[in-house]
């Protein structure tokens, strides 16, 4: 990862491969490629001081498995920290949202022209800083972010959004923490919640992803092993289980409208999935399109959920 990617903490997923298909089947694979909003890809990219080069995905919350200690609050103070001399931030989400969009074009016209306009600013780093606040998404970890006020340095006074893994507790800082008890315990409820939903998400995708590989693979039946339906079944399963296991949450006051939606969505799969496996054993179409058409009322309700995170 370049410099200038570290920067803004941008990180790159491939591109799934289209299919190319002709029959029922295929047709509802295409179908699931092009709904398939439970696994985001979203490529970074920010401007050079340096050469680019690729980096790897994240794998997994980051900031999930954390100890009390490492576990910060609003209020807290922190350091701005990513490993480089100088850390990005944007004066507002909308600012930040942009930078994402011209890392992604690798547009360096349009880097300097948010820094001249004033809409991002840059620190150096191990900056102290306070929390302001925190926002997370459940289909796009690179779109993490939190809010602080920068309490040093020549930027002293400003706010501004930066990625989530570049707030870091500060170990200088002598300050007794008084955060209430009740605050501490809504923090972790919601830490907890959202780790265990992309969890299920993330399931969810794995199982999506492989229906569709076997599906253009081996888009007819007669090629399938005993193997291959036996995995196509389990994964059917998977994903009515991630409705399952989803409506156990206990979703935090501030996620209440996006898991109403993500129950809602996830509902949708669910009802889909035994017509799915009905209409492959028997080869009905009419089945398929039956599927379809849930498939494409539960990808309508998770597209809304990215509204509600950022409204």
């Not at 995905?57 to 100088?86: A, H, M, Q, R």
């Not at 494409?296 to 950022?310: F, H, L, S």
Request: net charge neutral.
């Amino acid at each position: 990862m370049s410099i200038l990617r570290k920067l803004a903490g941008f990180e790159t997923k491939n591109d799934k491969k289209d299919a190319n298909m002709g029959n029922g089947i295929v047709t509802f694979v295409k179908t699931l490629i092009i709904i398939c909003v439970l696994a985001v890809p979203v490529y970074f990219v920010v401007t050079g001081r340096t050469e680019i080069i690729k980096s790897e995905p994240k794998s997994k919350s980051s900031y999930s498995n954390k100890t009390d200690s490492e576990v910060i609050y609003t209020g807290d103070e922190v350091i701005i920290d990513n490993e480089t001399e100088f850390v990005l931030l944007g004066r507002t989400k909308d600012d930040f949202a942009e930078l994402q969009k011209i890392s992604l074009a690798q547009d360096t016209f349009g880097l300097a022209q948010m820094m001249e306009a004033g809409r991002i600013f840059e620190v150096k780093r191990g900056t102290k800083a306070k929390l302001l606040d925190s926002e997370t998404n459940l289909f796009d970890y690179n779109s993490d972010k939190r809010q602080v006020r920068i309490l040093e340095g020549l930027q002293i006074g400003k706010s501004g959004w930066v990625n989530y893994d570049f707030v870091k507790n500060d170990t200088r800082s002598q300050i007794i923490k008084t955060v209430s008890k009740n605050e501490k315990q809504k923090n972790e409820d919601e830490i907890s919640y959202m780790d265990e939903a992309r969890s299920i998400n993330n399931d969810a995708s794995y199982a999506y992803n492989y229906l569709v590989q076997i599906l253009t693979d081996k888009p007819r039946l007669i090629y399938w092993t005993e193997t291959d339906r036996t995995m196509v079944a389990l994964n059917t399963v998977a994903l009515e289980q991630a409705h399952d296991r989803a409506i156990k949450l206990n979703a935090p006051e501030k996620y209440f409208e996006m898991h109403n939606l993500f129950l809602k969505g996830l509902q949708k799969y669910k009802q889909a999935m035994p017509i799915f496996r009905q209409g492959l054993d028997s080869s009905d179409r009419k089945k398929l399109s039956q599927t379809t058409k849930l498939m494409n009322e539960g990808a309508d309700t998770m597209k809304q959920i990215a509204d509600v995170m950022y409204k």
